[in-house]
């Protein structure tokens, strides 16, 4: 297949010069394929595995189509929406300075984060706002946003936010932007929940897939490592050691932290990722994990898909992953951009059935080895090594009350009435009603 540069997609010149200096010039395939499209203005789905480069994709689409316009006070004329803080991070990271080569201002609105500083920068005027569903909500059931401008939206990992329940906000949102508007939607899958949001809200969209929706990165190598119940913890240990980065993935909040001990008194330089910590908290230990001051990141899977961090040579899947899906999604932390890397699942006897069925459904036909601690095998697999034993302290950082709780639950938003309920004034039910802005309550002041 042919490369094509950015300079074939008839960008603006300003974007080009942005994108030639971070030594950017050749398009991933799934910008290539969607680009034309989206800047011609139409509907576009684009299906793509984490780590094809979606975010350009759309958005460089959304800037183009910026270009030249101006901002009203709490009035964005475009919208990105995404499922985690994470993500909305990684996405503002790569938009921000392109935004700036055209003189657009470009802001995000999550949970977790101060809602007055962002409340303040919608007041000055937002042309690209990236936002998770339920802090976006907050926005508008305080005044301090309206979307009757949103003339672009793009939604990233749609199936990320099906999956965590957050489609009834993402409609509530969609409801509020002009209905002639343009849409791009972005995900792994366009089945199930998604195919729903795709017939109501997009008009005549081009489809462009540039992945199945089984794994298709040649460059992981997949390993189910069979391993007793009392020697994961030592198997476990062993490749927290290694040399390179190393992301674990768990189930719970609970045992991310316990591990993550375990693995500090080991010696193991590892940090904690999960739900339950502040934006703060998130903040530090990804920045740790990406400058090298920890080498081990122990996540649950609300990080699976809102960490782009380059050179993550190995995943390992500590607890099974809930469905293929998760796998995926887990798996997608390495090997990114054409990288290659190693996915390990850990497997206990009773586990085996449960796994393979979830493999075969992956698409992934991975090796079995059973393996010890201290195993050469294991070491050749995964680069393991005996920890040095030295526990690892924590170093002193000042506490702050953690900023950002005003506005309610932040992105998550579940178990409260939706923005157009009663709560907040607005109709029972049907289409959700914007209200005049009001004045805040104190405790938004």
Known sequence: MTNTSFADLNLPTPLLRSLQQAGMTEAFPIQAATLPDALAGRDVLGR???????????????????????????????????????????????????????????RTAVGGM????????????????????????????????????????????????????????????LDLTPEDGQRLLFSATLDGDVSKLVKRYLHNPVTHSVAPVTASVTTMDHYLLQISHQDKLGVITEIGAREGRTIMFMRTKHHVDRLTTKLRAAGVHAGALHGGKTQGQRNRVLADFKEGRATVL?????????????????????????????????????????????????????????????????????????????????????????????????????????????????????GRPPFGGRRDGGARGGRPQQRAPRRPSRSHA
Do not use: N
């Open 48 to 106: 793509a595995q984490t780590g094809s480069g979606k975010t350009l994709a759309f958005g460089l689409a959304l800037l183009a189509r910026l270009d030249g316009g101006k901002a009203r006070p709490k009035q964005p004329r475009a919208l990105v929406l995404v499922p985690t803080r994470e993500l909305a991070m990684q996405v503002a990271d790569v938009l921000i300075p392109l935004a700036k080569s055209l003189g657009l201002w470009c």
């Open 298 to 414: 122990v996540a649950t899977d609300v990080a699976a898909r809102g960490i782009h961090v380059d050179d993550v040579s190995l995943v390992l899947h500590v607890d099974p992953a809930a469905d293929h899906k998760d796998y995926l999604h887990r798996a997608g932390r390495t090997a990114r951009a054409g990288a290659s890397g190693t996915v390990v699942t850990l497997v206990t006897r009773d586990q085996r059935r449960t796994v393979q069925r979830l493999i075969d459904k992956a698409g992934v036909k991975p090796k079995s080895v059973l393996v010890r601690p201290g195993d050469e095998e294991l070491s050749r697999i995964t680069g393991a090594r005996t920890p040095s034993g030295v526990p690892v302290v924590e170093p002193h950082r000042p506490t702050r009350a953690p900023a950002g709780r005003q506005g309610g639950r932040g992105q998550g938003g579940r």
């Open 114 to 173: 101060a809602f007055t500083r962002q409340a303040d920068a919608l007041a000055r005027g937002v042309d690209l706002l990236i936002a998770t569903p339920g802090r976006l909500s907050d926005h508008v059931r305080q005044g301090t946003c309206r979307l009757d401008q949103v003339s672009f939206v793009a939604l990233d990992e749609a199936d990320q936010m099906a999956d965590m329940g957050f489609l009834p906000q993402v409609r509530e949102i």
